[in-house]
């Protein structure tokens, strides 16, 4: 045996998931599998259980019946564990079949396993294809470990190192290179590869990709027509669905984005994040029963899940405080409270409570809770999203307690000064609170300060201060906690003191954070990736 061939020993360190309906042929699995030196072997008969499973532990190898009986076939199995990432380019997919058709091959062509294996199977055959993978995926190991390590840099050259030696043939290594180019901003060679690959090969998933560098420059209207090509061309592609609806709802098309996502879950109704999308769309186009209902899945999905958070239980409580069901929609909201842990959460479920309050009637019990929430969010750390933020500023504007409401507003438009649906929701709100030219210009003056406090970092950074910028900027940072654009700022001026000072660990540090907390305002920013790119390059 070659010395890079998997031995025994190998494959009894790796963990295999086993899907099969028949609990039998679940058992022959297992028995050639421990043939070939397995020992950590999972075994589940539905779909469903294979999605659990694949959320609960990381599997080296996967094992996959095409039919699956009622539910989810292997593929659809498949195409959720990469769309929801719980495998990586790393793992070995196998599907298992009697029959391997021209349809099956080519139902989804960005979602193809590893390999098919034809029954019956036997030890030789299943030891053979186990070799080959795995001689496949030993430098996908590699690459996911420079990910892993934020090495997106290095990633990249490995995928290019792997490119090259296969003549560019591996759809699969093309894809996620070009996600690692997003990833560190280089947009105008991810735009390039995406181009590339379409121009040999009918691949939607570089649709998408394309269409995804459209969104970000607020292109919407092209961003649109690439997806709707991408769906076109591959009805099962869940990533376009997602994408499309997003679009949609940024060109205010929010009917056609509900009826899409409705489309999108009849194909994968197990999603938390399409669920919830579907039930913000629903709310917005007044289809409460549909908004109850994919809300409700949504919680459902996500009652075993560690990655539980709170935007399904609010949209819930909102649901029920739009049908007058304040009692229902207190009780989704202790749900949160004891469900989902974090400070922040607390108070997003302590502050829809006023709205609930004062939408179904209870004035008084409103007033109550705003005052005892004012104390804990004046101070400008809660942490809660603007649009959270904003709905209770708008819930105190109308119960009177007028100046905390202004105050978290004020502290939005600081922190989100570029966003013009925010900055337009803010005036909205001081224009029902008869405070429209007062408003006006409390919003200008939020905006003033937010653009200032940046200038003067940036100024004394272009005359060389950097230990001034630097300073200034922190300072700036205590007003706006959360501008994305101050952060990305104030990492620019760490690293760029790096790089011409030497590198340091306190510094560093600061710089990724600051670029990670901007990122989980503006995912799509450019220049999240630029920055990553350059801290990786100290």
């Not at 709170?310 to 819930?316: F, K, N």
């Not at 429209?436 to 272009?462: D, I, K």
């Not at 954070?513 to 920013?525: G, L």
């Amino acid at each position: 045996m070659q010395a890079d061939q998997p031995s025994k020993a190998d494959l009894a360190n790796k963990r295999f998931l086993v899907v099969d309906d028949f609990e039998g042929m679940c058992h022959i699995l297992r028995d050639l599998l421990r043939k070939c030196g397995a020992r950590q072997i999972d075994a589940v008969t539905k779909g469903r259980e294979a999605i659990t499973a694949l959320s609960r532990n990381s599997y080296d190898v996967v094992l996959c019946d095409y039919h699956l009986g009622s539910g989810k076939n292997g593929q659809q199995v498949l195409e959720e564990a990469r769309h929801q990432k719980l495998i990586g380019p790393s793992t070995i997919w196998i599907m298992i079949t009697a029959e391997k058709t021209s349809d099956m091959v080519m139902g989804a062509i960005e979602h193809q396993p590893d390999d098919y294996l034809i029954k019956p199977l036997t030890e030789a055959m299943l030891q053979t294809r186990l070799t080959k993978l795995a001689q496949k995926k030993t430098q996908l190991s590699a690459i996911e470990a420079a990910v892993r390590a934020k090495e997106y840099l290095k990633a990249i050259a490995l995928c290019d190192q792997r490119l090259a030696s296969e003549k560019g043939s591996d759809p699969h290594l093309a894809r996620l290179r070009c996600d690692l180019l997003v990833l560190t901003g280089n947009f105008e060679e991810a735009r390039a590869s995406y181009n590339r690959q379409l121009a040999v090969r009918d691949a939607p998933w570089a649709m998408v990709g394309l269409a995804k560098l459209y969104f970000q420059e607020a292109r919407y209207q092209k961003a649109r027509e690439l997806l709707e090509q991408a769906i076109e061309t591959n009805r099962t592609l869940l990533e376009a669905y997602d994408w499309l609806s997003r679009t949609l709802v940024c060109l205010g098309e929010w009917k056609p984005a509900e009826e899409l996502l409705q489309r999108a879950a009849a194909l994968s109704p197990n999603s938390v994040i399409r669920q919830q999308s579907l039930g913000e769309a629903a709310l917005h186009c007044n289809d409460l029963d549909l908004a109850e209902q994919a809300y409700s899945k949504a919680l459902s999905l996500g009652t075993n899940s560690n990655l539980k958070a709170a935007e399904p239980y609010l949209g819930l409580a909102k649901v029920y405080t739009e049908k007058g069901c304040q009692k229902e929609a207190l009780a989704v909201l202790g749900r949160l409270i004891h469900e989902v842990e974090g400070h922040s959460t607390k108070l997003q479920a302590k502050a829809a409570e006023v709205r609930v309050f004062h939408k179904t009637g209870d004035t008084e019990q409103a007033k109550l809770c705003a005052d005892a929430l004012s104390a804990q969010i004046q101070n400008g750390t809660h942490g809660m999203p603007p649009s959270v933020t904003l709905e209770l500023a708008e819930s105190l504007m109308e119960i009177g307690n007028k100046e905390v409401g202004s105050q978290l507003i004020q502290y939005v438009v600081r922190n989100h000064h570029e966003d013009e649906r925010l900055l337009s929701r803010a005036q909205d709100i001081y224009a029902k609170a008869d405070m429209g030219t007062e408003g006006a210009e409390l919003v200008e003056s939020a905006r003033h300060v937010a653009v200032e406090a940046m200038n003067h970092g940036v100024r004394l950074g272009a005359q060389g201060r950097l230990d001034e910028a630097i300073d200034a900027m922190r300072e700036a940072h205590t007003l706006m906690p959360n501008n994305p654009r101050l952060l990305l700022n104030l990492a620019y001026m760490l690293i760029q003191y790096q790089e011409k000072n030497g590198w340091h660990h306190g510094m560093s540090s600061e710089a990724r954070k600051a670029i990670e907390t901007a990122r989980r305002y503006t995912p799509d920013n450019q220049r999240c990736g630029e920055l990553l790119a350059k801290l990786e390059k100290l």
